[in-house]
């Protein structure tokens, strides 16, 4: 869609990292925006710092009740939300399955994946209404390749809101509405203070994930630049493919095995 017409996006997880810099990024091309964060210290503070054109709601996207009246404080706010952007996300446990607590791979859940359709399930009929506007999920590299050690459930969320954006970017293409899925590499954020706050665990695996190589801004860039497109997948490392290659390959080897079979 042209940004230009967009009247407001509604992106969760804007008070920092990814989130923000979308937030960013649609703000500079002249779309207001709703920041939706569970964070509202983080999000009090972001909000202070940026003009008239972003507004902050306190939002866990576990909570469905909770989205509702996001969406209708928000848009009494700013009007009808043309953009949705779901970005809310916390990282890996460092566990494997056999060894994960079940909590920890129910919270993954809830929020990595449950909490993007609880997105979808507040706005999607809208936008399919209204005959225009575009979703942006946030999945990740992880979203599309075997899983790195101890990312397991991490990667199941991830493959799960590709297929989601996949199926709905199907679903929604006849009304004229986009959906693109964002799969980053390693991005510099607080992702690691994020889940450690989170998941209350300071010194858990997430709090050792490795530095992201690229600054979040390249990502809301990119994220901006694939909803003028209609892009359906958004890459910010393309030194990334051979792994995704690796698991294309494993799974046409396994086709053609069974073709000869
Ligand atoms: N940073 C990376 O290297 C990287 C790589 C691939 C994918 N991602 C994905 O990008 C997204 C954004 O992460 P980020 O790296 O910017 O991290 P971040 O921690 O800087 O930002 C995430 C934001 O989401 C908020 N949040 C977390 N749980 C929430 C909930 N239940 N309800 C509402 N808000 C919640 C946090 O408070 C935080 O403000 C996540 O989905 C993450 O999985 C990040």
Request: glycine share 12%; proline share 5%.
């Amino acid at each position: 869609m042209e940004l230009n017409k967009a009247r407001h996006a509604f992106v969760t997880g804007g008070a920092s990292g990814i989130g923000f810099a979308i937030a960013d990024a649609l703000a500079a091309k002249g779309v207001p925006v709703t920041i939706a964060d569970n964070d509202t210290e983080a999000l009090a503070h972001v909000i202070a710092d940026r003009s008239g054109k972003f507004r902050g709601q306190a939002l866990d996207v576990r909570d469905r009740d909770g989205w509702i009246a996001a969406r209708a404080a928000s848009e009494a706010a700013f009007g009808p939300v043309d953009i949705l952007v779901n970005n809310a996300g916390i990282g890996p446990d460092g566990r494997g399955f056999a060894d994960m607590d079940p909590k920890s791979f129910d919270r993954m859940i809830a929020i990595n994946l449950v909490g993007v359709f609880n997105g979808v399930s507040t706005f999607a009929a809208a936008l399919r209404e209204q005959g225009r506007g575009h979703i942006v999920n946030v999945s990740s590299t992880a979203g599309l390749t075997f899983s790195p050690q101890g990312a397991g459930a991490y990667t199941v969320a991830k493959h799960g809101v590709v297929s989601m954006s996949e199926t709905l970017r199907t679903e929604l293409a006849p009304y004229g509405v986009g959906v693109s899925v964002l799969c980053p590499g390693l991005v510099d954020t607080n992702l690691p203070r994020s889940t450690a706050r989170i998941s209350g665990d300071p010194t858990g695996a997430a709090a050792r994930m490795p530095e992201g190589s690229i600054d979040p801004a390249i990502a809301g860039k990119l994220v901006a630049r694939a909803i003028e497109r209609n892009e359906p997948y958004v890459l910010t490392h393309p030194e990334y493919w051979p792994g995704v290659e690796m698991r294309l390959r494993a799974i046409e080897a396994a086709f053609h095995a069974q073709s000869e079979n």
